[in-house]
């Protein structure tokens, strides 16, 4: 039986024609279009209509109302499926009429067998209901897909966007002028024998390089437990005490043949909190030496290999860490002990490694760049509150933390981000891989979904096109915003401007509904995670330039014996303009403290000075938001 035949002898069941019993037509008739015509929509504004009703029960019972998604695919799919059975059915009924009413004698029109009506008559319905519409639709969502990221592509190169990364990353300058050209950097990495089947550039991190560096770590288990907002505080006290019992642990364990972990030196008895540190660190003393005179290199680009995508190894950040906080515990001890010129060259470094990350496209390391910063102001603060610097070491210091550009690392990073997610798209499509497990390629470690976008199983190439296009047009929008902040800065502050980013990175693209659909999914799953980047890197901002008024304000004290009443106080001689708040672009915000030291805030988030307060953690996870950014925090 074909399927043309198996179509008719199903269009004349009576129970199909129950509610329309009078278009039923006559065998040598035709099939009244109008049914034909109107069907489809019926069948699927039915179909919807259920849809809607589970919905709604289903928002009842606490669900989240997620349905975008669900109608656009389920209406496609039905429309589709009832146009090619109507369409189908109209042109098999009409031919058969046409030769009732012309052959003779007449073709048959015996009832189909048993078998044919239940076995091979079903295979016809899935066929024509099911695989036909499914394939129908693909075939045009990949056309579609194909144009509309051509589309965008050609748009923006060109604008003079870079949207491969090989354009994006840096280009690796000459060792001598390479931070990360030296040890233990250079070996962190293990290169691919070359040959035709390197899939990529490095085998992996160096073991053995990478066991090096444990050097550099601190026995921050050993630590009395503290408020994340008080990591700050750890006195050095505290870490002799921490590393008084990692020695004690190490000579104990010392013949079990355990090989893990730093191995510091022994403690002379008797010595103070100062003298421990340095002692027990001194294993790290020539590898410090050494990576603190490559800091002043006028470069700093590590060999990522970046055509790996988010895949890429970056091992580097973790011992860029280790090596900051052990030179932040360096500088207070030195400085307990007079060792003012052996601080101010850790301290100098600590800034000089802060800035090492500035090249990187990358949100991850900016993220860790504007950490660094963090301690590295820290780092500084500790010896304006001992008094301790000169004013030759504080103008170097003051012009180090004037040197960069915050937000323009930021869109820098974001340039390397999209570009990574663009080159993901195109690998999956080149290599077959349209699963919903791939997903997993395009999401780095911190990003997180807003937990209600539909995850797909099978991602047909048009869509995967259509996501690619739609995530380059978003990235395209916070970039600009973000060029626009670095560049110019509004005259009102960052305040309002970075809301205005703050709405891009929701995840909702222009002219789009609260609903997911299937060409957005990975904007609104990617795009959250850039939420934090702007307000992070004008933070840093904020800290950097504290820090730098924070200098001019100890230059003025060695001079005059007390620290000013204002910051005006301080211009033409220290600094060349009364330093602004980037939030509100007012004055930054100065009080003296009672221990004859001072506190310098912004108004922070919230765009309100409240007198210099900022929440701790646990205030803010009990709902009360963040007050000011003040700086600097309290040393002991």
């Not at 069907?39 to 919905?55: C, D, F, H, I, R």
């Not at 288990?221 to 642990?249: C, G, Q």
């Not at 060259?345 to 760049?369: G, M, N, Y």
Request: proline share 7%; charged share 20%.
């Amino acid at each position: 039986m074909s399927p043309a035949a198996y179509y008719c002898w199903l269009s004349e069941r009576r129970w199909l024609w129950t509610l329309r019993r009078r278009f039923q037509p006559k065998r040598e008739e035709n099939y009244p279009t109008v049914i034909a015509v109107l069907m489809p929509p019926v069948v699927t504004a039915l179909a919807l209509l259920l849809v809607a009703m589970l919905g709604w029960l289903a928002t009842r019972n606490g669900f989240p109302p997620r349905l975008g998604f669900v109608y656009w695919l389920l209406g496609s799919l039905v429309f589709t499926s009832a146009a090619v059975h109507w369409g189908f059915t109209w042109l098999a009924w009409n031919q058969r009429a046409a030769r009732l009413r012309t052959q003779k004698p007449p073709p048959s029109t015996a009832r189909p067998g048993a078998f044919a009506r239940w076995l091979i008559g079903p295979l016809y319905l899935l066929l024509l209901g099911v695989v036909t519409p499914v394939a129908l639709l693909t075939a045009i969502e990949n056309i579609r897909g194909a144009w509309r990221w051509r589309e965008v592509r050609t748009e923006l190169v060109d604008r003079g966007e870079r949207l491969e990364i090989s354009k994006v990353a840096p280009k690796s300058p000459p060792a001598d002028q390479n931070f990360f050209a030296t040890s233990p950097f250079n070996r962190l990495l293990e290169p691919r024998p070359a040959g035709p089947r390197a899939a990529r550039a490095y085998t992996g991190v160096n073991a053995d390089a990478l066991r090096e560096t444990e050097v550099f770590a601190l026995p921050n288990s050993s630590l009395p437990k503290r408020d994340r907002d008080e990591a700050a505080l750890i006195s050095l006290a505290d870490w002799a005490a921490a590393l008084r019992v990692a020695v004690s642990n190490q000579a104990a364990a010392s013949g079990s043949g355990d090989t893990r972990g730093p191995k510091y030196a022994a403690i002379p008895s008797g010595t103070n909190d100062a003298a421990v540190v340095l002692a027990a660190t001194s294993i790290a003393n020539a590898e410090l030496a050494q990576i603190c005179e490559a800091s002043r290199r006028p470069r700093a680009v590590f060999p990522v290999a970046w055509e790996d995508g988010f895949q890429a190894l970056i091992p580097h950040l973790s011992v860029l860490r280790s090596v900051q906080n052990l030179l932040e515990v360096r500088v207070a001890a030195k400085l307990a002990q007079g060792d003012v010129a052996g601080a101010f060259a850790d301290a100098e470094c600590s800034i000089h490694l802060a800035d090492a990350l500035r090249e990187e496209p990358l949100l991850i390391s900016q993220l860790v760049h504007f950490s660094q910063m963090n301690i590295a102001a820290r780092t500084v603060w500790r010896g304006i509150v001992t008094h301790s610097w000169t004013d030759a070491q504080l103008a170097e210091f003051q012009r180090l933390f004037q040197q960069t550009d915050w937000l323009g690392c930021v869109a820098y990073a974001l340039e390397g981000e999209r570009s990574n997610a663009l080159s993901t798209f195109d690998r999956w499509i080149a290599g077959g891989r349209f699963f919903g497990s791939q997903e997993a390629d395009l999401r780095e470690s911190e990003v997180d979904s807003d937990g209600g976008v539909p995850r797909p199983n099978l991602m047909p190439t048009g869509w995967i096109r259509q996501n690619q296009a739609a995530l380059a047009v978003q990235y395209q929008r916070l970039l600009e915003a973000t060029r626009r902040l670095a560049t110019n800065p509004p005259a009102t502050g960052y305040l309002v401007a970075l809301e205005e980013l703050n709405q891009i990175t929701q995840g909702v693209p222009p002219g789009a509904t609260a609903w997911a659909s299937p060409y957005d999914i990975f904007v609104r799953m990617l795009m959250p995670a850039m939420s934090n980047a702007a307000i992070k890197a004008v933070r840093a901002e904020v800290t950097a330039r504290c820090a730098a008024t924070a200098c001019a304000l100890e230059r003025y004290r060695l001079r005059t014996g007390a620290y000013p009443e204002k910051l005006a106080a301080l211009v033409p001689d220290f600094l060349s303009a009364v330093p602004r708040d980037p939030m509100d672009n007012q004055p930054l915000r100065y009080a003296r403290t009672t221990d004859e030291l001072f506190r310098l805030w912004s108004v922070g988030e919230n765009g309100r000075d409240d007198g210099g307060h900022q929440r701790r953690s646990e205030e803010r996870k009990k709902g009360k938001g963040v007050l000011d950014w003040v700086w600097p925090y309290p040393v002991p």
